[in-house]
């Protein structure tokens, strides 16, 4: 079977790359609620230039049909200074704020799970570049011709960091970087 990325001349790890993404956005949308997709989808319209734009209409609409009823004569169901716009506008800003809130969880849950496979990744690229470090060194070593020398820094290179241990080391330099700050 030819697919897509084939077709496009791509190298079969970019291929993997891509398919990889695509595969966990599309697994990460399958999870989704019906609720978060309409958040999403309502988020969406809410951030655009069309949504403030309407907004704009229907207040400058909502001031000048009141301020007009009470210049002919009528009674205006919203007086200045407007309280019952007021209300509603804090309503729907509230709505907004947990709509925006709500999309923005779900979105920060699709990152983490980017980062994590970006760090398992970039742990595996570790491990294969050590690897052919200490292939390269083990060959250069075989080579009857080249003067067998120690190198410190191939040798260092060639072991594969510890995952955890790296974790710890990171934790510890943030902690003492906090302390430092805060002493000073």
């Known amino acids: ?55 704009t209409c229907v207040i400058i609409s909502w001031v000048a049909f009141n301020l007009l ?27 907004v704020v947990i709509l925006i809130y709500a999309t923005q969880r779900r979105e920060d849950q699709l990152s983490q799970l980017r980062e994590q496979l970006t760090l398992e990744l970039t742990l595996l690229s570790e491990q294969k570049t050590a690897k052919v470090i200490q292939l390269l060194e083990e060959f250069r070593r075989d080579i009857p011709l080249l003067e067998n020398r120690v190198d410190k820094q191939a040798d260092a290179m060639a072991g594969s960091g510890d995952p955890e241990r790296v974790l710890e080391a990171i934790q510890e330099t943030h902690t003492e970087a906090k302390r430092i700050i805060g002493a000073g």
């Open 1 to 55: 079977m030819i697919d897509e990325f084939q077709d496009r001349g791509f190298p079969p790890h970019i291929e993997a790359a891509i398919r990889s993404s695509a595969k966990l956005h599309a697994k990460y949308e399958q999870k989704a609620t019906p609720l978060q997709r309409a958040f999403g989808t309502v988020a969406s319209s809410v951030a655009s230039s069309w949504f403030f734009a309407a907004l």
């Open 69 to 95: 009823a009470g210049a002919l004569g009528y009674e205006p169901f919203d007086p200045p200074p407007f309280h019952l716009l007021t209300f509603v506008l804090a309503v729907v800003s509230l709505y």
